[in-house]
């Protein structure tokens, strides 16, 4: 502005600012030119904590408190601070602290859990499996199977109360327990197909029968079958079963790597879309929802999960 030859009070008007400030700028930009317009040191307040401080919390932090006989098993910020102060007299405000915190991306209040392979040959099925799923064999019929044990059916002692503007469903949160049933599931990783059997239990029978009800459904063509490494699966009926149905072959995921089956995603939707949050009367009225929402699934809402992960090896 002050190029264009306006004046100082029309600048100062233009930006709502001091007079001063607008002759002050001006005047160190005719001076040193853009280098005017940079921060010029100044001194300002001397810093309070050392690079120590810093240095001190960050070795802290990492460590469960535990070791330092402390009767907790997770850091607050609060007893961080405490702590600093008590053991090593360095005092450093909880403001100060979680700033730091935040700066370096360590959260003390978070967990995730991991759950360690203990398969020596983990990657190598982990990697054939994936493979499957990724190239399927031709002219091969490819199931990922497994069991839902426990769902349980439950009634609301009250009726939800339905959304209404301004505020959500409301829960009630008094139940009645009326049994349990187990859910046999044999996802088609091709067609996003599911075939569902309602048990009382997951006894090696019930698997039988499921794995016969699978060979009614699919008539024609190998079968191969993904499925965990439980007993029911490598026991000696199994076998049997296996010797009888050539055409039909197992292959295991690796011992916790079940969520290498893809029937696990699709146990998950089975949860969220239809049995949380909703009142059974009855464990026959939870079977008839199960077999109603499959019903729906495979007329409206199946298809083949995007599978992404390739079988690298993995890292905590």
């Known amino acids: 502005m002050a190029s264009e ?38 001194p300002g307040r001397p810093r309070r904590l050392t690079p120590a401080v810093w240095q001190k919390a960050a070795t802290v932090i990492v460590q469960p408190p535990t070791k330092f006989g402390l009767p907790f098993n997770r850091w607050s910020v609060r007893e961080l601070s405490r702590f600093l102060d008590d053991r090593y007299g360095m005092r450093v405000s909880r403001s100060s602290l979680s700033r730091f915190l935040q700066a370096m991306s360590l959260k003390p209040h978070r967990i995730k859990y991991w759950l360690n392979p203990k398969d020596p040959d983990f990657d190598r099925k982990a990697a ?24 349980q059916a439950l009634s609301r002692r009250f009726a939800t109360r339905p959304m209404r503007a301004d ?9 009645r327990r009326h049994g349990t049933r187990n859910v046999f599931a044999a996802f088609n990783v091709v067609t996003g197909h599911v075939l569902v059997h309602v048990t009382e239990d997951r006894t090696t029978p019930r698997v039988l029968d499921f794995l016969d009800a699978i060979l009614r459904t699919y008539r024609r063509g190998p079968l191969l079958l993904i499925t965990d490494n439980i007993h029911t699966r490598r026991g000696e009926p199994a076998r049997r079963w296996l010797q009888r149905h050539p ?3 197992f292959v295991f995921t690796p011992d916790h790597g079940s969520w290498l089956n893809q029937v696990e995603i699709w146990f998950g939707m089975l949860t969220s879309k239809c049995l949380r949050t909703r009142s059974f009367p009855s464990a026959a009225a939870l079977s008839d929802a199960i077999y109603a929402f499959v019903a729906h699934w495979n007329s409206r809402m199946a298809k083949p999960f995007e599978w992404t992960y390739t079988g690298k090896v993995l890292a905590a």
Do not use: H, M, N
């Not at 100062?12 to 002759?23: E, I, M, P, Y």
């Not at 994936?130 to 839902?148: F, M, S």
């Not at 505020?167 to 139940?175: D, G, N, P, S, V």
């Open 167 to 175: 505020k959500i469903a409301r829960l009630e949160f008094e139940y």
């Open 247 to 249: 055409r039909v072959s």
């Open 5 to 42: 030859r306006r004046t100082i009070a029309a600048i100062c008007g233009a930006l709502s600012v001091d007079r001063q400030v607008v002759r002050r700028w001006c005047k160190r930009f005719l001076a040193a030119g853009f280098d005017g317009l940079k921060d010029r040191s100044r």
């Open 128 to 151: 054939r499996i994936c493979k499957i799923y990724v190239a399927p064999p031709a002219r091969t019929t490819v199931l990922c199977i497994d069991e839902k044990p426990g769902i």
